[in-house]
């Protein structure tokens, strides 16, 4: 079965500085896709960037990237310069059989 | 456009009642999910429709549960005779198609309290 797993429950920097969430996963797929979603208070899951395993490259939106090393089976999120609005908890998530499979979450705190 | 809205946005309810529960989706996406995320977990797979039908069932937990999607568009999880343990937060998400390539994209939630 897949699993997908996130190995901290809490993290906390200072405003501007750079943050990596770690990600691991287990799947036979040979084509897949992992996702990075925020969870604010609001509870509104927010897609923040999604990567596709057959492309090498890493994916970036913004401040937002990816280190995706598919043999490691290891999908972290970096955030840069970060800020006050990323607190939220943040969950890795991989498509399989039409849902997502999801990690525990990484709940983030960006302190001033 | 509009996202996906969900219906009530809180529930409280005395054990044994039934209640239902209502997802809009995005206007245009075929593909209609519903997850439930327990407290300080990540949220876990119930049901998803293919227009109309349910083309995955597997993830509702026991015979209490039911979904509904009539014409294709809204979508209603009901839930008879709740138990305390059915307390959690219940999340619909839509997307343009079912391959792995779509992005789901999630309601705000409802937050169901069985008192």
């Known amino acids: 079965a897949q699993t997908v797993t996130q190995s901290q429950p809490e993290m906390s920097v200072q405003e501007a500085e750079t943050v990596t969430l770690s990600c691991t996963y287990d799947t036979s797929e040979s084509n897949y896709y992992l996702f990075w979603y925020k969870q604010p208070p609001s509870r509104q899951m927010i897609l923040v960037i999604r990567?596709?395993?057959?492309k090498q490259q890493n994916a970036t939106e913004n401040r937002f990237s990816v280190n995706f090393q598919k043999a490691a089976k290891s999908f972290s999120l970096k955030i840069s310069d970060s800020q006050l609005g990323d607190t939220a908890m943040y969950f890795c998530a991989q498509h399989s059989n039409y849902q997502l499979i999801w990690g525990a979450g990484t709940k983030l705190i960006i302190k001033p | 456009g509009a996202g996906v809205s969900q219906t009530p946005s809180n529930k409280v309810t005395e054990k044994g009642k039934y209640v239902e529960l209502r997802c809009d989706p995005i206007s245009g996406h075929t593909a209609l999910y519903w997850y439930r995320q327990s407290l300080g977990q990540g949220p876990e797979f119930l049901i998803y429709f293919q227009g109309t039908g349910a083309a995955d069932d597997s993830g509702l937990p026991n015979d209490r549960f039911f979904a509904v999607r009539p014409e294709g568009s809204v979508s209603t999880l009901k839930i008879q005779r709740t138990e305390r343990g059915d307390s959690a937060v219940y999340l619909c998400?839509?997307?343009?198609?079912?391959?792995?390539?779509?992005?789901?994209?999630f309601g705000p939630g409802t937050r169901l309290l069985v008192l």
């Open positions: 990567q596709e395993a057959y």
């Open positions: 998400a839509s997307s343009h198609g079912v391959g792995g390539g779509q992005t789901q994209y």
